[in-house]
């Protein structure tokens, strides 16, 4: 639940340094923060959060209207913070998509108690690892981000999927048919192209030089393992 990525959104300095810190202090890890509606939005454009704490009364554009296209882009709990508390106020707010509605001043124990509510409800059990650190190479399979020197790499779907699977398995030898029922989850009739296909686009994005791979190796006749560069090291 620690793990959890949350995002921010108030003009109140002190609401946000508040509700931050007593996040904090609950280990929670990843917080985000704006003041503007603009802000928020881009910043969900950007990033996905398990959940949204967004104030109603934002300078140039209110919660109520951004809601909306948060909603196109997430479907993480939603809570309203505001100081307007009328009934009709509550069921705008819901009607809009919102998951809660808090009303302000709040006890900032009472608003993590709700948040830790709605994760539990809401979080699947992650897996047994959910980063990988080869060398130049960072993998976080929670966030879907693939880093190589420091710099996001943009994998298509099923090349993301075989290179987490060669992360989980470092240093081992997979032939194709071995590949392609554990990735595509599909019995490999022996003609197919698709894993030397996936196999080039990931040397593409990866290896220094892909003519002559260093990572995703080749072992004649046999298949293909991933040799990683320096120590391996995956978090829980």
Not at 144 to 154: A, H, L, P, R, T
Not at 158 to 170: D, G, R, S, W
Request: hydrophobic share 40%.
């Amino acid at each position: 639940m620690q793990e959890a990525q949350i995002l921010i959104v108030d003009d109140e300095k002190a609401i946000l340094h508040m509700l931050t810190t007593i996040l904090r202090r609950e280990a929670f890890k990843y917080i985000d923060t704006a003041c503007t509606a603009e802000d928020g939005l881009a910043l969900c454009k950007t990033k996905r959060y398990d959940l949204i704490l967004l104030d109603v009364m934002l300078p140039n554009r209110s919660g109520f209207d951004i809601c909306p296209y948060i909603r196109e882009t997430t479907d993480a709990p939603i809570f309203f913070l505001t100081a307007r508390s009328t009934d009709l106020d509550k069921l705008s707010g819901f009607a809009l998509g919102a998951d809660d509605y808090i009303t302000k001043p709040f006890n900032p124990l009472e608003v993590v108690a709700r948040i830790k509510a709605h994760l539990r409800r809401n979080t699947v059990a992650p897996p047994s690892h959910t980063n990988y650190q080869y060398g130049n190479i960072y993998v976080n399979t929670i966030s879907g981000e693939v880093m190589v020197n420091k710099k996001s790499v943009d994998l298509p779907a099923q090349v993301y999927q075989l290179f987490i699977f060669f992360c989980k398995h470092p240093n081992q030898l997979f032939s194709k048919s071995q590949l392609y029922e554990q990735v595509w989850g599909e019995e490999f009739l022996g003609e197919d192209n698709t894993v030397m296909v996936h196999i080039r686009k990931l040397r593409e994005k990866i290896e220094e030089n892909p003519s002559k791979p260093s990572r995703i190796v080749t072992v004649r006749g046999l298949g293909y393992k991933f040799v990683p560069a320096g120590d391996q090291r995956e978090h829980s």
